[in-house]
């Protein structure tokens, strides 16, 4: 009942006339940006970061919380119309979505994203709304050593479970510690690899990470490797009788609701995220079906859409019950979050229901009507989504390019901040070429001076016995965890690659549009 009546204030707060126009703002700017071919969720939360600045703490956290809902769907609209995921938990959309779009129903395939992405993103804010605070009770009981128990959990899980190989997830693990690192060590006083440049004093920004590493070096590898010429986007139909129809809705809402049961809990634990969740849901409704459906399957079954596209945006949902709870990111998209919540000097975690309810039920109240906002946006608007598409690369790219730059120099109006991104993003193509994930550096940089805190305070408390960091029965539990976490993990990305490796399941022309290099050996 303390969750309804909080989520009551929420609602209050989040329908104030400036803050729903934050929400509007977000949720539309956030699926244009996504809709383009190439842009991830990942990329669009940390190009759109330095919309941010200039609101308050909950106007900018709203905003950006529309931004990460409309981000997440834009998704579709590409793998759809356009046979090209910007991420590979777009793959799966494609498959069934861009034959239905072939066949003359591009329509129906964009309806049942939006409206499973709507059911999905709703009843895993439910769920959210009644998890969350619970979980936040009982960490906050939580001492320095069980901090950093979750913390060496996250790290080691974000390493070994992002990528298709554990030594390149831990490489790029380590290089975000370093960036961490960088600046003025709190205790002593005395700096550490700034080679005596004073505007490395305070550190790197994680936000000149993030968006170095996925709108600087993602556009710069995406760009790299896109095909010349005029992009062809197949026309949708316009009409209401184009969209679902009453068999289609039949047909529908039980994937809807298994996409949503497979996704929110796979969100909540960094064991592959939202691509694993997709390409089981994908394989339960194949394994499902019967009679015609089981044929259309490869032919573009709607079940195809519906399902992966809810376990998509459900795993979305479920990503933050342990970013608010715990502090703890699961995915890229969660570690840009994050450094969105520092830029206010607020850190997530279980203290943040405590010490500053307002802003974090305004924040979920939020997600209720940025849901609702997706689904009134995208029904209408798909013809001008088609639109946005054609945008020529070259000024996609460069704009891209110039928006990242802005935003880094407006952090401290330095240009030494440009040139630390300019190179993070030299970083992050080369990383993306030769096959390392760079989800992990953006973790690193973020929770890495996070860990340096809890374990000095550890060894404070302890008088410097390594013992003390496994002396509580929850640090104890936490890395009992660590090794049934990380074995589930690789057992989720086991069964994906099975799947994505069934000649009936996924085209090769689907995972190539996405698929990383692997790299030289």
Same mark, same amino acid.
């Given at each position: ?45 940390a ?16 905003l950006?919380? #529309? ?28 498959? %069934? ?11 129906? @395939? ?5 409206i ?9 804010t ?19 050593a069980?901090?950093? @128990?979750? +913390?060496?959990?996250a790290?080691?899980?974000?390493? @070994? ?8 997830g831990m ?16 205790l ?6 700034t080679? #005596?440049?004073?505007?490395? @004093?305070? =550190? ?57 049961a ?10 592959? =995220? ?34 992966? %596209? ?34 206010y000097?607020?850190r ?39 639109k946005?598409?054609? +945008? ?7 704009? +891209?390019?110039?928006?990242? =730059?802005?935003?880094?120099y ?19 193509f ?7 994930p ?9 929770l ?5 805190e ?40 086991r ?9 009936k399941?996924v085209?090769t022309?689907?995972?190539?549009? +996405?698929?990383e ?5």
């Amino acid at each position: 009942m303390d969750s309804l009546n909080a989520l009551l204030e929420g609602f209050a707060t989040a329908l104030q006339p400036q803050y729903l126009l934050y929400a509007f703002f977000g949720v539309f700017i956030g699926t244009a940006v996504g809709v383009l071919p190439g842009i991830g969720p990942a990329m669009t939360v940390a190009l759109l970061l330095p919309l941010t600045y200039t609101l308050d703490a909950t106007g900018a956290l709203i905003l950006f919380a #529309g931004i990460y809902y409309g981000a997440m769907y834009g998704g579709s609209t590409t793998s759809i119309l356009l046979n090209t995921p910007g991420e590979s938990a777009s793959i799966v959309t494609a498959l %069934e979505g861009h034959k239905m779009a072939k066949a003359g129903r591009g329509a129906a @395939a964009l309806a049942t994203a939006a409206i499973g992405s709507f059911v999905a993103g709703t009843v895993a804010t439910v769920l959210l709304t009644f998890l969350a605070p619970t979980l936040a009770q009982l960490a906050v009981q939580l001492g320095p050593a069980d901090y950093f @128990a979750l +913390i060496v959990v996250a790290f080691l899980t974000v390493g @070994a479970l992002l990528g298709s190989s554990v030594s390149r997830g831990m490489t790029s693990l380590g290089l975000g510690l370093l960036l961490g690192l960088v600046g003025t060590e709190v205790l002593s006083g005395q700096q550490r690899y700034t080679f #005596g440049v004073p505007a490395l @004093a305070d =550190g790197i920004d994680v936000v000149l990470i993030a968006v170095g590493l996925f709108a600087i070096g993602e556009s710069l590898y995406v760009a790299s490797r896109m095909r010349h010429g005029p992009v062809q986007v197949i026309p949708v139909t316009r009409g209401w009788r184009n969209y679902l129809s009453g068999k289609d809705l039949r047909r529908s809402w039980k994937p809807w609701l298994r996409g949503t049961a497979i996704g929110f809990p796979i969100g909540t634990i960094p064991a592959g =995220g939202a691509d694993v969740a997709t390409f089981l849901s994908y394989a339960t409704e194949r394994r499902l079906a019967r009679g015609p459906a089981k044929a259309e399957f490869g032919r573009g079954a709607i079940e195809g859409v519906a399902g992966p %596209e809810s376990a998509n945006n459900a795993a979305a949902a479920g990503v933050l019950v342990p970013l608010l709870t715990l502090g703890l990111p699961t995915t890229a998209t969660a570690a840009i979050i994050i450094s969105a919540f520092q830029s206010y000097g607020i850190r997530p975690g279980p203290l943040l229901f405590e010490n500053q309810p307002e802003l974090v039920w305004a924040l979920i109240a939020s997600l209720y009507i940025g849901n609702v906002l997706l689904i009134v946006l995208n029904l209408p608007l798909v013809g001008m989504w088609a639109k946005v598409l054609q +945008i020529p690369r070259p000024y996609l790219y460069a704009g +891209i390019l110039a928006f990242a =730059g802005l935003g880094a120099y407006a952090l401290r109006f330095n240009i030494v901040d440009i040139l630390i991104l300019l190179v993070i993003g030299v970083v992050g193509f080369l990383m993306r070429r030769y096959g390392y994930p760079v989800a992990p550096m953006v973790v690193g940089g973020i929770l890495g001076p996070m860990a340096e805190e809890q374990l000095r305070k550890a060894m404070a408390i302890s008088q410097g016995d390594i013992l003390y960091l496994v002396h509580s029965p929850f640090a104890i539990f936490a890395y009992s965890a660590l090794a049934v976490i990380i074995a589930t993990g690789l057992w989720l990305k086991r069964r994906k690659a099975k799947i994505e490796a069934s000649p009936k399941l996924v085209p090769t022309s689907a995972i190539s549009a +996405i698929e990383e290099p692997k790299g030289r050996r």
